[in-house]
């Protein structure tokens, strides 16, 4: 179980939206003067609502209802993990266009590819069995989405009995891809492995 070693790589914690947003549009470094002139623009809250929808692939009544401001209080903390995950992966503008313009397709990882990835690659086919058929691998499983997603482990538990998790909801799918992505870019000579599992 070394592996989850490369667990600690993730940022510890979610990053608030409003900071998220900030970076994507490039206007983080700027005065407190010229933020405010930004965020007050008429479409600035319009934008932000159609990228944190995209990131996450829901609607846009939902992010709405996380608040009326550009704080989106109301934001789960899994979402705040996600987005300091797709963060830590480097925000291209070109990203920030692909979503804007309704083009950016966000990852998706099951569940079973992303414990077999931090879990077993690098054991031997041996050592993969043993791991497996430990007691205690279940509980590991559990342990690992509940730290990567932020999700309490009575959640985890009913996604499932096996390590698919199966019920697991779509939006966690797309934190694991996040989540997959930035630990690529801390393991290089992972990365290419991990990237092809992302998409």
């Known amino acids: 179980m070394e592996n989850c070693e490369i667990l600690k790589d993730l940022p510890k914690r979610g990053l608030e939206p409003r900071q998220f947003l900030r970076h994507c549009f490039g206007i983080a470094s700027l005065s407190t003067e010229s933020l405010l002139e930004e965020e007050t623009d008429s479409q600035y809250r319009k934008k932000c609502i159609s990228v944190l929808s995209c990131i996450f692939d829901i609607e846009r009544a939902t992010v709405r209802n996380w608040g009326t401001d550009l704080n989106f209080d109301g934001m789960p903390n899994y979402c705040k993990a996600g987005l300091a995950y797709f963060f830590t992966t480097g925000i291209k503008s070109n990203t920030v266009e692909t979503i804007l313009i309704g083009e950016y ?35 590991s499983c559990i342990k690992t989405l509940t730290q990567v997603l932020h999700v309490g482990a009575r959640s985890v538990q009913k996604w499932g009995q096996d390590i698919t998790f199966s019920k697991m909801p779509r939006i966690h799918k797309h934190t694991l891809g996040y989540a997959l992505a930035a630990i690529s870019k801390s393991q290089p000579q992972q990365g290419h492995n991990w990237n092809k599992k992302a998409a």
């Open 105 to 139: 397709v966000p990852p998706t990882v099951e569940a079973q590819t992303f414990l077999e990835t931090v879990l077993l690659d690098g054991l031997t086919e041996q050592q993969r069995v043993q791991t497996i058929s430990r007691t205690g691998f279940h509980a």
